[in-house]
């Protein structure tokens, strides 16, 4: 079980739009659509942001929505605000009652 | 409101057997609904799924570790503990206790951490 593909780093600037892949294998990602992802702030614990692939959180906003292809992951952050600055982890379920993170991406917003 | 709270030594001999425990407040540990899960974030570096429990004593563990870990669950005090047996220097981590909603197959609430250090 090695732990899912993500981008150490992304940056975009206020107001674009960015996207976080997450790459995995046929017998993970590829085959469940059961990926979701998760915010951290620095010092603090992960925040639920999207299940399911494409199903936000309660109170999570909509400039937040994630995709699937094949066997990567997506989300996708429009409207970048100061406050998305955080690092971002995407999860998926890996057969076998066994769950994967990914590296973490560290979003930085310039 | 539902809260995690982990709790256990901040400092583990290597060798020895790290232990933990998570105490669930604000809703019962005996529903059907969710799994209980403990997850690791070494410094700087990612998060790692350990394990989880369900109410019923049911375990799943991450591959990598199995042959180290234990999860056990006590519904009479709505706690649910970790055991890490053989700890090294790489088993310096904070360890999160979440929960797991099984419908959306995600961990949706989640302690706040606590920072375990395996130095002798």
């Known amino acids: 079980q090695s732990a899912l593909t993500q981008p150490a780093s992304v940056s975009g600037s206020p107001g674009q739009s960015i996207t976080i892949s997450c790459t995995g294998t046929?017998?993970?990602?590829?085959?469940?659509?059961?990926v979701s992802w998760y915010q951290q702030y620095p010092g603090k614990a992960p925040k639920l942001m999207i299940y399911?692939?494409?199903k936000r959180s309660s109170g999570v906003s909509n400039r937040f929505s994630g995709s699937k292809s094949g066997n990567t992951a997506s989300l996708t952050i429009s409207g970048l605000q100061a406050e998305d600055e955080a690092d971002y982890y995407c999860?998926?379920?890996?057969?076998?009652?066994?769950?994967?993170f990914g590296g973490g991406t560290k979003l930085t917003v310039l | 409101q539902l809260q995690l709270q982990e709790s256990g030594p901040g400092l583990v001999k290597p060798s020895e057997t790290l232990s933990l425990t998570c105490t669930v407040s604000?809703?019962?540990?005996?529903?059907?609904?969710?799994?209980w899960g403990w997850i690791r974030q070494p410094p700087e570096k990612g998060l790692e799924w350990i394990g989880s429990v369900y109410y019923s004593g049911s375990t799943y563990y991450n591959p990598s570790l199995k042959s180290r870990v234990t999860i056990s669950v006590d519904t009479s005090k709505n706690q649910f503990s970790l055991w890490l047996n053989s700890v090294t220097a790489a088993d310096t981590a904070v360890y999160y206790c979440?929960?797991?909603?099984?419908?959306?197959?995600?961990?949706?609430?989640w302690g706040q951490g606590t920072m375990v250090t395996v130095s002798s």
């Open positions: 046929s017998s993970d990602v590829g085959s469940y659509n059961l």
């Open positions: 604000g809703d019962s540990i005996s529903s059907s609904s969710y799994y």
């Open positions: 979440a929960r797991h909603d099984r419908a959306a197959d995600a961990f949706d609430i």
């Open positions: 999860c998926s379920y890996a057969g076998s009652n066994t769950w994967v």
């Open positions: 399911e692939v494409i």
